[in-house]
T-cell receptor
Framework: KAGVTQTPRYLIKTRGQQVTLSCSPI?????VSWYQQTPGQGLQFLFE???????NKGNFPGRFSGRQFSNSRSEMNVSTLELGDSALYLC??????????????FGSGTQLSVL | GQQVMQIPQYQHVQEGEDFTTYCNSS?????IQWYKQRPGGHPVFLIQ?????EVKKQKRLTFQFGEAKKNSSLHITATQTTDVGTYFC????????????FGSGTRLSIRP
């Protein structure tokens, strides 16, 4: 079974630009969550999607958005990039992400550098 | 919102020494998960604890969930160089039912 796939692996952008990151979950997994990882802040929850609906959102500005498609693939978008957005963006999938709190399977992440 | 505090932030040990990382919450946790992230890698699930006072072992790793379900620990006996990485605890935020929040992590480095 293929793991969680994130593309691209690396990305370099300049301030003010926008970026779209992609995540393909493990086949059969319907919950996709996104995390921002920086050395100083650890893993910060961005949002979680299930069946094309955003169920939860973290404390990030509206410049951070996401969506999920009918095949469970997810994208996240960051508009008007700032230097502080430089981070590793991790996507994780689970079967349903519900109250049973299934384990998360992480992708390798997208390393975003904003210059 | 719910927070999970993790200590220490860093731990540097001699190979063969033991290592422990702790997670603490001011509120009762529904469960606790532990993940390991190798340098340059992504977090990988290790274990989940659900019951009060639960103890689970994986070879040299021992995981505990406190009686009050407000704290947890991961103990590694006789560390090896393969144990290098950052260990995170994580828990489901009670108010959301689908939002998993992570502790700040403990980075373990080992002197051969």
């Amino acid at each position: 079974k293929a793991g969680v796939t994130q593309t691209p692996r690396y990305l370099i952008k300049t301030r003010g630009q926008q970026v779209t990151l992609s995540c393909s979950p493990i086949s059969g997994h319907r919950s996709v969550s996104w995390y921002q990882q920086t050395p100083g802040q650890g893993l910060q929850f961005l949002f979680e999607y299930f069946s094309e609906t955003q169920r939860n959102k973290g404390n990030f500005p509206g410049r951070f958005s996401g969506r999920q498609f009918s095949n469970s693939r997810s994208e996240m978008n960051v508009s008007t990039l700032e230097l502080g957005d430089s981070a590793l963006y991790l996507c994780a999938s689970s079967l349903s992400g519900g109250p049973t709190n299934e384990k998360l399977f992480f992708g390798s992440g997208t390393q975003l550098s904003v210059l | 919102g719910q927070q999970v505090m993790q200590i220490p932030q860093y731990q540097h040990v001699q190979e063969g020494e033991d290592f422990t990382t702790y997670c603490n919450s001011s509120t009762t946790l529904s469960n606790i998960q532990w993940y390991k992230q190798r340098p340059g890698g992504h977090p990988v699930f290790l274990i989940q604890l659900v019951k009060s006072g639960e103890v689970k072992k994986q070879k040299r790793l021992t995981f505990q969930f406190g009686e009050a379900k407000k704290n947890s620990s991961l103990h590694i006996t006789a560390t090896q160089t393969t144990d290098v990485g950052t260990y995170f605890c994580a828990s489901l935020e009670k108010s959301s039912a689908s939002k998993i929040i992570f502790g700040s992590g403990t980075r373990l480095s080992i002197r051969p």
